[in-house]
């Protein structure tokens, strides 16, 4: 399978944790990064996520105490929170649009809807959709990045408190990932894998 383009990006991204200081991504590969996040699966198509993009110099600074330290914070090109919507059952006008436009029953509408806010009447199911379709998002970041020779580290040493209070985020969202990104100045350390022998189970345990 190493002829197959999608397994070969799989295969290549690793972490990365010494990056190429002062590279300055174009704006066109970071557009096509942030919309292959947009793209990744949602429960419900509700797209319980929103990109905090760090590139300034100036904002660098700010998050790398947040982040203890990490040089990659300021070496890297961008770092891009990604948090999760905790009130993603309000995004719930992508099927009014479907409605209008002719691509969906008003009856499925109104039923999707009745289903998610009764699922979002727990706030446990708030928390773990925020999270889950958040990683999602933060896979697709990863894969596109390194299809375009950049790589990434995702990052969960942060405060996340920190992170809302200094960056004003709303209450709506909570920080689930950080992702580094840019050009590697030294390759990720090797990393081993379990064989799948210790990872399947067909059929049951």
């Not at 590279?23 to 949602?42: G, Q, R």
């Given at each position: 399978m190493s002829n197959n383009e999608t397994l070969r990006v799989i295969s290549e991204r690793h972490a990365v944790k010494k990056y190429e200081k002062g590279?300055?991504?174009?704006?066109?590969?970071?557009?096509?990064?942030?919309?292959?996040?947009?793209?990744?699966?949602?429960s419900w198509n509700l797209q319980h996520w929103k990109f905090l993009v760090i590139e300034s110099e100036a904002d660098k600074a700010k998050l790398l105490p947040i982040a203890y330290g990490q040089s990659q914070i300021v070496?890297?090109?961008?770092?891009?929170?990604?948090?999760?919507?905790?009130?993603?059952?309000r995004n719930t006008f992508i099927y009014d649009q479907a409605v209008e436009a002719g691509a969906l029953p008003a009856e499925v509408r109104d039923a999707l809807v009745g289903q998610i806010n009764g699922a979002y009447q727990s706030a446990q199911t708030a928390r773990d959709e925020a999270i889950r379709n958040a990683s999602f998002a933060s896979q697709n970041i990863m894969l596109a990045a390194r299809s375009l020779g950049y790589?990434?580290?995702?990052?969960?040493?942060?405060?996340?408190?920190?992170?809302?209070?200094t960056f004003n985020i709303p209450a709506r969202y909570i920080p689930t990932l950080l992702i580094t990104v840019g050009k590697a100045a030294e390759p990720a350390r090797p990393a081993g894998r379990f064989p799948l022998s210790e990872t399947v189970v067909k059929g049951s345990f």
């Open positions: 590279f300055v991504m174009p704006e066109a590969d970071l557009n096509a990064i942030l919309t292959a996040a947009s793209e990744a699966p949602s070496d890297s090109s961008v770092t891009i929170a990604v948090l999760g919507d905790l009130e993603a059952n790589d990434t580290c995702p990052m969960g040493g942060y405060n996340p408190q920190q992170l809302v209070e």
